[in-house]
C-alpha cells in the first residue's frame, strides 16, 4: 500500500473524480428526463437501478480505454477528443429533453436510462481513462476501481445540488474544462509513439504545454459561444 504516501496517486484520484462528476451533469438530466413521468418509489429505483447497470458497463468501457491507450499515437488521438470534449463542456446546448422520452413503465425507464447514459459516457471514458494515466501505473487499475467508485455516490446522490452549484458559480465548469484540457496536453506528451518528440523537453516547457492545451480549451470554448451568441443575435433581428 505504498500508494498512500505517493502524492502522484492522489492527485490522480482527485483527477479522476472531478472529471467524472463535471462531465456526468448531462447524465444526471437524462436520468431525471427519463424516470420524470414514474411514480416516486418506482421512480428511485429507475434512478439507481439504471445508474447501477450504466455504471458497471462503464468501468468495463473505462478498463478497455486504458488498455487502448497503450498504443502508439492512439493517445494522441485522445488527446484530441478530450480536448474538443472541454471544449463542448462550454458551449450551451440544446435543450436535453429533445430525444429523452419520458416513460411510466419501470423496466422501459432504466433501458431508457442504460442506452442514453452510454451514448453519452464516451466523454467520460475517455477522461477518466487519461487521467488515471497520469497516476503510477501499478496503481491505474486501482486508481479506476477507487475513482469511479467514490464518485459514484457523489452523482446519484448528489448531482442536482452539484447542478445547482455549477448553474450558480459557472466558474466550475470553467475550471472543469481547463482541468480537461490539462489532461489532454498530459496524454498528448505520454504518447508511446512521440516519445522521441518529447524525450528532450524540460519539466517546465512540459509543464507549460499542459497549461497551454488547458487555456486554449478556455479560449476556443469561449470564442465558440461568442459566434453562437452572435448568430443567434443576427437570426433575431427582422
Do not use: C
Request: charged fraction near 15%; hydrophobic fraction near 60%.
Amino acid at each position: 500500500m505504498e500508494h498512500i504516501n505517493d502524492p502522484i496517486f492522489w492527485l490522480a484520484l482527485g483527477k479522476i473524480i472531478w472529471v467524472n462528476i463535471i462531465l456526468s451533469g448531462d447524465n444526471a438530466v437524462v436520468i431525471a428526463l427519463a424516470a420524470r413521468s414514474l411514480q416516486a418509489e418506482q421512480r428511485k429505483k429507475a434512478v439507481f437501478y439504471g445508474s447501477a447497470a450504466a455504471i458497471v458497463l462503464r468501468v468495463v468501457l473505462t478498463i478497455f480505454a486504458v488498455s487502448l491507450l497503450q498504443w502508439p499515437y492512439l493517445k494522441m488521438v485522445g488527446a484530441a477528443l478530450l480536448f474538443w470534449i472541454g471544449v463542448q463542456l462550454l458551449v450551451p446546448e440544446d435543450d436535453a429533453e429533445d430525444g429523452i422520452k419520458a416513460s411510466d413503465h419501470l423496466w422501459t425507464a432504466i433501458r431508457t436510462i442504460l442506452i442514453a447514459d452510454l451514448v453519452m459516457s464516451l466523454d467520460n471514458v475517455i477522461a477518466v481513462a487519461a487521467a488515471a494515466e497520469a497516476g503510477p501505473p501499478e496503481s491505474r487499475m486501482l486508481l479506476l476501481i477507487l475513482g469511479l467508485g467514490l464518485s459514484i455516490p457523489l452523482i446519484i446522490f448528489g448531482s442536482q445540488v452539484l447542478m445547482g452549484i455549477m448553474e450558480r458559480f459557472p466558474i466550475i465548469i470553467t475550471l472543469g474544462a481547463a482541468l480537461l484540457g490539462w489532461v489532454a496536453g498530459e496524454m498528448l506528451l505520454s504518447d508511446p509513439g512521440l516519445k522521441t518528440v518529447f524525450a528532450g523537453l524540460s519539466t517546465a516547457l512540459q509543464l507549460l504545454i499542459k497549461a497551454g492545451a488547458a487555456a486554449a480549451v478556455v479560449l476556443v470554448g469561449r470564442w465558440l459561444v461568442q459566434r453562437q451568441a452572435a448568430k443567434s443575435d443576427a437570426g433575431a433581428t427582422p
